[in-house]
């Protein structure tokens, strides 16, 4: 459920409430660079708290996130972005958390609550149509760009071409890495012979790529999307399904791409994760900030064309399962408030 509401009646709502409950408060925030939901989103949240009178946020962009959800966890920050992969890691003391060791890393761990959801990318194929490439079935021997050296999107790529096409990088393809910085130069200049990367719906790498040339783009066949294998890797912790209306994907890509799939729907994989705080950040202030952010929902999916994407209305996207944090109690029944269903399982 959504309501749409304009953000001078949030201003003038939310600054009548929360003048009563609690002074405007400076915060400091942390993302990644502008490009992509994980900065859209702390970006809208700056703007509408602003509005609402609620609190004056200091936004740092640009930052390394493993480093951002742990400043969080041991109170140096009092919002980050997170994949929610990295709470689950740092749970666990592994990973890039790997120094802190299982004691100290779950003692973080269980600083960190959640106050809104978004979708970092979602995986699919994609090829210019120079290259011939059939689909999914046509992989084996192969160039596939899929991701930077190291990561967590090299391991989900991994893992969906195995899946999906039964190969193995150094087996049945020869995979292809760099960095973030560089991967739009590579795969524009031509060198792989497909891609599989996590992208929206557009992100400016695919808007560059097709400047250089038109370009298909794969859905996940269904049978595979359905199978118990996609299945057990979807409940995974950072992961979920992603499935689309296929017209609704084309319309946002524009006219150099094309989208292949067995009927008119697009499926995929997401990396996903949200927004976090301490546990201890005061119930009212976490309940201004979010209750200003989910009133102005409409408002956010109109700032970028991949917004209607991302999952940014689907609080329980990612939610439960192995992942060790929830929503904060402030986080909860604002979102509950504005008539969003949240499990139990999500809240404390």
Request: proline share 5%; net charge negative; charged share 20%.
């Amino acid at each position: 459920m959504t309501k749409r509401f304009s953000m001078a009646a949030v201003a003038a709502a939310a600054t009548l409430s929360a003048s009563a409950a609690l002074a405007q408060v400076n915060l400091s925030a942390e993302t990644a660079s502008p490009g992509g939901a994980v900065h859209l989103a702390p970006s809208h949240l700056v703007e509408v708290a602003s509005l609402a009178g609620v609190a004056n946020i200091q936004l740092t962009d640009g930052q390394t996130l493993t480093n951002s959800v742990q400043n969080v966890a041991e109170g140096k920050t009092d919002i980050a972005s997170a994949p929610y992969i990295l709470p689950f890691l740092m749970s666990r003391g592994v990973g890039p958390y790997g120094k802190l060791g299982k004691e100290k890393g779950a003692e973080l761990a269980a600083n960190i609550r959640a106050i809104y959801p978004y979708t970092l990318g979602i995986f699919f194929l994609m090829a210019y149509d120079a290259k011939g490439i059939s689909g999914w079935d046509g992989l084996e021997g192969k160039k596939i760009f899929n991701g930077p050296p190291r990561g967590a999107a090299l391991n989900n790529a991994r893992a969906i071409i195995q899946i999906v096409a039964g190969l193995k990088e150094g087996e049945g393809y020869e995979g292809l890495q760099s960095n973030w910085g560089q991967a739009s130069q590579i795969i524009t200049g031509g060198e792989p012979d497909a891609v599989v990367l996590p992208e929206l719906f557009p992100s400016g790498r695919v808007t560059q790529m097709a400047a250089a040339g038109n370009v298909t783009g794969w859905s996940m066949p269904k049978e595979v999307f359905e199978g118990e294998a996609m299945k057990k890797y979807f409940a995974a912790t950072g992961n979920a399904p992603v499935d689309l209306p296929l017209a609704e994907v084309e319309a946002a890509m524009g006219e150099a791409w094309t989208f292949v799939s067995e009927d008119d729907r697009f499926r995929g994989l997401a990396t996903v994760g949200g927004d976090i705080v301490h546990k201890d950040m005061d119930e009212e202030l976490v309940y201004q900030l979010v209750k200003s952010y989910v009133a102005t929902l409409e408002d956010l999916k109109s700032k970028a064309p991949f917004a209607n994407s991302v999952a940014f209305d689907n609080p329980m996207q990612g939610m439960c399962g192995n992942n060790p944090i929830v929503f904060h109690k402030g986080a909860a029944r604002a979102w509950e408030e504005a008539g969003y269903e949240l499990d139990d399982c999500a809240k404390e």
